[in-house]
């Protein structure tokens, strides 16, 4: 990590420049958030804010403990009131690539579009959540799963995506941690993708 960096233009509107990630040095699962808030930006440490608060209370509902995670950021300057570009995401990931290594996480949770795109060079949540994600070449880790589930920024414009990502959350770590605990539900066959996915929504909400 560099306070000095300048290898994007996030460098020069920010008042803390390449906020590292938080939480345990080694963890089983590292969970990659999209970019510092103002507030994380203005305290120059991951962890103030609603995002990061709100994130915690989720991980905590679906049984993590602190011992079982590090979070850390895809883009690690604060944007000016809007999201990343791409070339800003892809001027970050060796910090990214850095932070994997020396964590040696079993499986990264990917926090909505900006992580997914950093990290498996793809986008979608949406459509991906629930089955793990194809990670970047340069990683190097062609095994390392990543599990894409929906940012908590969603949660304040809809408060019912609480209960899917808290039950996304549940599923990765138990799958991990706990297989004997995943409920098996047999899916019946559906006539199209529209269909599936309305039933695997209902899964979660219900
Ligand atoms: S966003 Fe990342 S690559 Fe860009 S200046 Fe900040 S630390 Fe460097």
Not at 42 to 62: C, F, I, P, Q, T
Not at 96 to 109: D, K, Y
Not at 199 to 206: A, G, L, P, T, V
């Amino acid at each position: 990590m560099s306070s000095t960096c300048t290898k994007c233009p996030l460098h020069v509107g920010a008042t803390n420049v390449c906020i590292g990630g938080r939480g345990k040095a080694q963890a089983p699962f590292l969970v990659v958030m999209d970019r510092p808030s103002i507030d994380e930006d203005v305290a120059g440490r991951m962890g103030s804010g609603r995002y990061y608060a709100l994130m915690v209370e989720m991980l905590k509902e679906a049984g993590y403990a602190g011992s079982d995670v590090r979070l850390t950021f895809a883009v690690r300057c604060c944007p000016p009131k809007r999201s990343p570009e791409a070339e800003e995401i892809e001027a970050c990931r060796e910090y990214l690539i850095s932070e994997v290594s020396q964590v040696r996480p079993r499986a990264i949770i990917a926090v909505g579009d900006v992580s997914l795109r950093a990290l498996c060079h793809t986008s979608g949540v949406q459509s991906k959540r629930g089955l793990p994600a194809v990670i970047h070449e340069e990683f190097g880790l062609p095994e390392l799963e990543v599990w894409p589930i929906y940012s908590p920024s969603m949660v304040f414009k809809t408060p019912n995506y609480r209960g899917v990502i808290v039950e996304d959350l549940r599923r990765i770590r138990n799958s991990f941690l706990e297989p004997e605990k995943i409920a098996w539900i047999e899916a019946p066959l559906f006539c199209c993708e529209h269909a599936a996915r309305a039933w695997m929504e209902k899964q979660f909400n219900d």
